[in-house]
């Protein structure tokens, strides 16, 4: 088992761009959150899916949006990016109404 | 909403010393509380949780941590550090909808 896989492991994006980050949950696993991760700074709870409907959401504008697929598998999606958008994006699994303990390697996003 | 505060932000120490990191939470009920690691280019990854029972929880590689009802802490431990635990490590708590927060994370460097 892989557990959580993330793709791509690295991005260079330009202001104004929009950018699609893919999550791949452990076998198993119905929930799928997002958080991003600043340098130097802990990672803040973007938003979470199960049943491929956003059940609850961070702090985050809506150019933040996501996807859960049938397959459990997600998407975040970020619009109209800007410089203070270059993080590493971190995607975790878990069943539904357990904390979440697994997290992805992460995709770092540079944004110019 | 539950919240964690890290004392530190870098901690410096030589091997073979000992180690201990604070982690302190806000009051809300019933607690669970994690710690976690990141190795130099590796994912997060989950190194102790507390749920209830016994208040001092092992983790992986030799760390422990210890879960004070009266001063709302929950530190990180280890008696003794090596190289490889050169890390940024992270406090967390999880809200009532499972979504974690995260402390501001502490750097530590190890001396050979």
């Known amino acids: 088992d892989a557990g959580v896989t993330q793709s791509p492991t690295h991005l260079i994006k330009t202001r104004g761009q929009q950018v699609t980050l893919r999550c791949s949950p452990k076998s198993g696993h119905d929930t799928v959150s997002w958080y991003q991760q600043a340098l130097g700074q802990g990672p803040q709870f973007i938003f979470q899916y199960y049943e491929e409907e956003e059940r609850q959401r961070g702090n985050f504008p809506d150019r933040f949006s996501g996807h859960q697929f049938p397959n459990y598998s997600s998407e975040l999606n970020v619009n109209a990016l800007l410089l203070g958008d270059s993080a590493l994006y971190l995607c975790?699994?878990?069943?539904?109404?357990?904390?979440?303990?697994?997290f992805g390697p992460g995709t770092r996003l540079l944004v110019l | 909403a539950q919240s964690v505060s890290q004392h530190n932000h870098h901690v410096i120490l030589s091997e073979a010393a000992s180690l201990e990191l604070g982690c302190n939470y806000s009051?809300?009920?019933?607690?669970?509380l994690f710690w976690y690691v990141q190795y130099p280019g590796q994912h997060l990854q989950l190194l102790l949780k507390?749920?209830?029972?016994?208040?001092l929880v092992k983790g992986i590689k030799g760390f422990e941590a210890e879960f004070i009802k009266s001063k709302f802490s929950f530190n990180l431990r280890k008696p003794s550090v090596q190289w490889s635990d050169t890390a940024e490590y992270f406090c967390?708590?999880?809200?009532?909808?499972?979504?974690?927060?995260f402390g501001a994370g502490t750097t530590v460097t190890v001396r050979a």
């Open positions: 975790a699994s878990s069943y539904l109404g357990t904390p979440v303990e697994l």
């Open positions: 967390a708590v999880p809200s009532n909808d499972y979504k974690l927060s």
């Open positions: 009051y809300g009920g019933t607690v669970n």
């Open positions: 507390y749920f209830s029972g016994d208040p």
